[in-house]
């Protein structure tokens, strides 16, 4: 017994001629026969006597009507609820952050992705920039933070900001900083990230092109440790500008001039996926909000992390 039977059935019933009801569902009179045959022989059992006055319900045919109705609406309801849940669900997007969610303005792309894209519901997750490719491959993530550039044939890639990154040193560390090389640089004690970050990589190919070595006393799996660290007088690292100034502000920490780098903040997300709706609107909210806020807007970076 299938739905489509059943429904058929109750068509016949209610326009009591063939006919009708084979226009009524926008079928052949023949298939409709064919599926009102198939119902009956199912159920083992005459549903309709057929007179020249049409199609007329037989006693267990009306007895099976009542049946049928309950079902058919049974099924419109859950139909319903089926739809309903799925609006209020909405569909779910998974924004990967590789570094603060005040420094990537995630407040800001949540509210204007609720004002204009209410049906698109974001998750925020930890990532790496190392790993945002592959974290996109598996599904992990559908939208990701990145450093630098992503060349990868499957991925597409966005630059949304150019961020410059510099050298700090405890103030307490070097007294005339004018005096301080690249190799005296790689001497003093470095607070070191691994996980290949970006920063690091980049300040160490300037490194490695001048056949020097840094000291790495400390090594570090996040932003909040460096911080901490280097406010602390342990060690040299490196740091994104708007981290770096409010540090020199208070006198713990100077900015190393020559050690100044800039690299791309940018997303990325799968291309099998570019063309979804909700990707995309979440690909816009983030261009758009690095695009009309100002860079100097003071955003808070008392809680970040190095990702």
């Not at 049928?68 to 319903?80: F, I, K």
């Not at 909405?90 to 004002?115: C, H, K, Y």
């Not at 990868?152 to 150019?162: L, P």
Request: aromatic share 6%; proline share 3%.
């Amino acid at each position: 017994m299938e739905l489509y039977q059943l429904q058929s059935f109750v068509v016949i019933a209610q326009t009591q001629n063939l006919t009708r009801a084979a226009k009524t569902l926008n079928l052949s009179q023949s298939a409709l026969s064919s599926q009102l045959k198939a119902l009956e022989e199912d159920l083992g059992m005459v549903l309709f006597k057929r007179g020249a006055r049409g199609m007329r319900l037989t006693l267990q045919g009306e007895q099976i009507l009542e049946h049928a109705t309950t079902v058919l609406a049974s099924v419109r309801e859950l139909r319903e609820q089926a739809q309903s849940l799925h609006h209020q669900a909405g569909e779910m997007v998974t924004l990967g952050l590789n570094a603060s969610p005040a420094f990537l303005r995630i407040a800001d792309i949540s509210r204007r992705l609720g004002q204009l894209h209410g049906e698109v519901r974001p998750v925020f997750q930890i990532s790496q920039t190392i790993n945002t490719a592959q974290m996109l491959r598996d599904g992990q993530i559908d939208v990701g933070f990145c450093y630098g550039r992503m060349n990868e044939g499957d991925i597409v890639h966005q630059v949304v900001a150019q961020v410059r990154v510099c050298v700090v040193v405890p103030t307490r560390m070097v007294a005339d900083m004018s005096q301080l090389d690249w190799t005296g640089l790689a001497d003093l004690p470095w607070i070191w990230v691994g996980n290949d970050c970006p920063f690091y990589t980049m300040l160490m190919e300037r490194l490695e092109h001048q056949q020097l070595m840094p000291h790495r006393r400390i090594i570090a799996v996040d932003e909040q440790i460096v911080r901490e660290l280097v406010a602390d007088g342990q060690g040299v690292a490196m740091m994104r500008e708007d981290e770096a100034l409010p540090l020199v502000k208070r006198g713990r920490v100077q900015i190393w001039e020559p050690g100044w780098l800039t690299l791309p903040l940018g997303i990325a997300w799968s291309s099998k996926n570019a063309s979804q709706s909700r990707i995309r609107a979440v690909v816009d909210m983030v261009q758009q909000v690095w695009q009309t806020v100002d860079e100097g807007s003071g955003h808070s970076q008392e809680n970040p992390y190095w990702l």
